[in-house]
């Protein structure tokens, strides 16, 4: 079975919220998400992955789509959803994986591109991204 990952993009305004990965020793810059696990939904595993890492609730999901990424565990393809969230703030709820998280422009997302911390799969979809940032 392919490995799958789930990813959310957050938006508010013209800046995608952001989490800084620490979780393999490295510096990882990547949308909320992670693995599916064995029985579970893409999407109800968007949506605890979401709520784990920053605290906030999902309330609509609507497929943006899938990108290939890499990680030290291997390949993955990554499901992709544009994510509206209740009202609140993101906060640090895993301090082992999660060193903190940001709201980023489209030039930034350019930037942390070109300076190799974006993951592979929003280099992907940086393209896409564009018209909802812009």
Do not use: H, Q
């Amino acid at each position: 079975m392919e490995k799958e990952l789930v990813a959310g993009l957050i938006i508010r305004g013209s800046r995608l919220l952001l989490v800084r990965n620490i979780k393999y020793g490295g510096l990882r810059v990547e949308p909320p998400g992670g693995k599916v696990e064995p029985g579970e939904g893409r999407e109800s595993a968007l949506r605890r992955e979401v709520g784990e890492e920053t605290g906030l609730k999902v309330k609509r999901l609507d497929f943006f789509g899938i990108f290939e990424t890499d990680s030290p565990e291997g390949s993955f393809k990554v499901f992709t959803y544009l994510c509206l969230t209740e009202e609140g703030e993101p906060r640090i709820t895993e301090p082992e994986k999660i060193a903190g998280f940001g709201w980023y422009t489209f030039s930034g997302l350019k930037g942390l591109s070109e300076s190799g911390l974006l993951v592979p799969n929003m280099v992907a979809a940086l393209e896409k991204l564009k018209k909802y940032l812009l």
